[in-house]
């Protein structure tokens, strides 16, 4: 089969690769699409751990086209979303059920072969059947799940006032459902217009415009729309910039739920007399366990909506392509069609 392979930081080939013999409990899958994430541009560069040669590729969905022994439950011919996390199941967090952090987490299309190739072996147990779902909508289950999970420790009261910091693809998501999730107004601040008009076509109350470097316009605008301070605060962007100038937006007794992933030698400063005194609850969320489930049936009910957010399609020789898209002002989420 074709897949895209690095066998060190910074060079990829797309390239004939032996298709293994299926062990005990995986299915073969066909890849129809798969999502082009920032992860993708980081691990291009050998950050987050790859292990080579590596096939990058870790929101995957396809066609079951294979099924090994021991597997029940699957033929071939179903179409299934890969959930790409592999946990040991046996360290101290995953006896207690903290999946998430796994002492010995890894994924596929980080140290294990993802889908940026014609076809990925998975464990049964983590293919998720997804029926006639539309392939643009199979392509952001895996961003999905992560929501849902940023969800789960957000814990949103209903009738609390949001601001999503971002609009990216996740940031488009979150907003989604958030809008339905019981916020009374959802404000999104970002640098891009058109990313903003999306959410907005999907619901948000408020948009503002971001400039990275001057934040004295949003400012004020982010000051008109909550006086107060917003009751949460999602920041998507990653930007320690963005992150930086935020605090004075949460409400007192509010949160900060830091979403966005900066860089791992990123600092902020912030007055712990503030936290105190505001009593502001500062929260993360990292990735997703056993997110898909719960994320199929928020793009199958259309409460999670792709119109609009994927715009950009490549083939697999094309890989190039996309990661550069990936910088592209008129890109929001790019996808690789690798068997179309
Ligand atoms: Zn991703
Ligand atoms: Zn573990």
Known sequence: MRAVVYKKPGHFAVEEVADRPLRAGEVRVKNLIVGVCGTDQHLHVGEFGPRYPLTPGHEIAGEIVEVGPGVAGFAAGDRVAVDNTIYCTHCENCKRGDFNFCQNGIALGVQESGGFAEHTIVAAAKAYPIGDLSLDAAAIIEPTACVVHGLDVLDLTPGQSVLITGAGPTSQILSQLVVQGGAS????????????????????????????????????????????????????????????????????????MIYGMASESAQISIHPYEIFRREITIKGSFAQSYGFARAIDF???????????????????????????????DCLKAVVEPTA
């Not at 503002?208 to 000051?223: G, I, K, P, Q």
């Not at 190039?320 to 002002?329: F, K, Q, S, V, Y």
């Open 185 to 256: 107004s959802v404000t999104m601040a970002a640098p891009t217009q058109f990313k903003l008009d999306v959410a907005k076509s999907h619901g948000v109350n408020n948009t503002v415009l971001l400039d990275r470097n001057d934040f004295t316009a949003s400012n004020s605008e982010l000051h008109a729309l909550a006086p107060h301070g917003f009751d949460v605060v999602i920041e998507a962007t990653g930007a320690v910039g963005i992150l930086q100038n935020i605090l004075p937006h949460v409400r007192s007794g509010g949160t900060l």
């Open 299 to 329: 793009l199958r009910s259309g409460k999670v909506d792709p119109t609009g957010i994927i715009t950009h399609r490549f083939g697999l020789e094309e890989y190039g392509d996309a990661l550069a898209a990936l910088r592209a002002p």
